[in-house]
């Protein structure tokens, strides 16, 4: 039995026009991301049968390839939620009048102004070589937030971060609507930001901390 489900769309394929279009988001959600759930659930079955059999010849590729396709599990589930339609709220900046006031000032203590932190995620998202993501994220050791460029799915990340609001910056999933232009794509992505979402994961991050880290 399957481990791991794609999980369906908070929004119907038409809802974030005109910053993502409806073909992309059908084929990001439903090929893609469907992708990565079945590619972790394959390895997990190989794994199995490499313990089974004792054949440990593959053990390095399978491992890879399981925290490859977890995290773009991981990253697409959530990423469809920290989108909304700016007709129903998303995008602008975290203010206090939204209810959203503790992640607001977090990032103004993390990066010294929402201006600050919308321009660093904005950079990281738009130069990453090849395939990844622009993260921000909660890092329980110094209580802060910081911003991660993560390539692939899972690399150059810092251990024990909680990712709170992702872009995505591969190409399929923007491609079929701007082309060439990551950068473009990236400045339109704040259109569409669902902050109660981020906000949501950012207390529930803080949260978690005590069993995350166990040692002082």
Do not use: C
């Not at 993502?20 to 997990?44: F, M, R, S």
């Amino acid at each position: 039995m399957a481990i791991y489900t794609l999980p369906e769309l908070p929004y119907d394929y038409a809802a974030l026009e005109p910053v993502i279009n409806p073909q992309i988001i059908e084929l990001h959600h439903d090929k893609h991301h469907a992708a990565y759930v079945k590619g972790a659930n394959d390895t997990l079955e190989q794994l199995e049968e490499a313990r089974d059999k004792e054949t440990w010849g593959a053990i390095n590729g399978l491992e890879k390839n399981l925290a490859f396709h977890l995290s773009g599990h991981i990253l697409h589930s959530i990423y469809w939620h920290n989108m909304n339609s700016p007709k129903d709220g998303g995008g602008g900046e975290p203010l206090a009048a939204d209810g959203v006031g503790e992640l607001a000032d977090a990032i103004t203590e993390s990066f010294g102004s929402f201006a600050k932190f919308k321009a660093q995620l904005t950079k990281a998202s738009a130069t990453t070589q090849g395939s990844g993501w622009g993260v921000l994220a909660y890092e329980p050791l110094s209580g802060r937030l910081i911003v991660e460029q993560v390539y692939d799915h899972q690399g150059n990340v810092g251990q024990g971060s909680t990712p709170i609001l992702v872009f995505d910056a591969w190409e399929h999933a923007f491609y079929l609507q701007y082309k060439n232009q990551k950068v473009d794509f990236i400045e339109a992505m704040w259109q569409v930001v669902n902050w109660q979402d981020v906000a949501k994961r950012y207390e529930a991050a803080k949260q978690r901390v005590n069993s995350l880290l166990l040692a002082p």
